[in-house]
């Protein structure tokens, strides 16, 4: 089994965010009287990973303030998989056991989750997916030997296939809620009572 311990959180935040509409960076976006960026980080802040990686773009959440490395994507439009290459590059370079890749916008993930995925996993050549019940998605462990595989991704494809044919961890339709519009944030707030 991967161990927290052992691995790289890698926070993906660079996205270009086009379907937002032109307001400026979703992340920055308040939910909850913080950044939509930072909820993530703060349910995530306490488990012990070895090194925790912020890949940025435009966002001006301060990510280092919460003990993040961060990393620029310089080119967001080459796809969601040029962010995850940063980060893996980094995990790789360390010499981490594996990658937790999660998305900025899903501000509904929990740390209880988290555990979840690395108790499903089994060593270096795992994938452990979250998933609804019906989809797979982030956030995603990828232990180290599946590193290479990350690395060679290209465009806003990602690592789809390998994830749907991972493990998947089921958790509530509401914990990965992703918010990529303006209606969903709208939603979102419905669903709290805001």
């Given amino acids: 089994m991967l161990r927290v ?4 959180l890698v926070l993906l935040a660079a ?3 086009t379907r937002f509409g032109d307001i400026g960076c979703k992340l920055d976006e308040l939910f909850l009287t913080r950044p939509l960026g930072l909820h ?7 488990l012990p990973f070895h090194d925790r990686v912020a890949v940025t773009g435009t966002a001006k959440v301060d990510y280092a303030a919460h003990g993040f490395r961060v990393l620029a994507n310089d080119d967001p439009s080459q796809g969601l998989a040029r962010s995850v290459a940063i980060g893996v590059a980094h995990a790789k370079e360390i010499g981490a056991e594996a990658v ?3 998305l900025a916008d899903m501000p ?3 740390a209880a989750h988290i555990h979840r995925l690395f108790d499903a996993s089994t060593g270096a050549d795992s994938v452990v997916a979250s998933s609804d019940g019906c989809d797979a998605k982030p956030p995603a462990l990828f232990g180290r030997e599946r590193f290479d595989f990350l690395l060679a991704l290209k465009g806003d494809e990602g690592a789809r296939a390998l994830v749907r044919a991972g493990r998947h961890v089921v958790t509530s339709p509401a914990e990965l809620i992703d918010v990529d519009t303006v209606e969903d944030l709208a939603q979102l707030n419905t669903l709290i009572g805001r």
């Fill in 108 to 110: 509904r993930v929990t």
């Fill in 15 to 17: 996205g270009r965010g």
């Fill in 5 to 8: 311990e052992d691995s790289v």
């Fill in 40 to 46: 993530v980080v703060t349910a995530l802040e306490a």
């Fill in 100 to 102: 937790l890749v999660a």
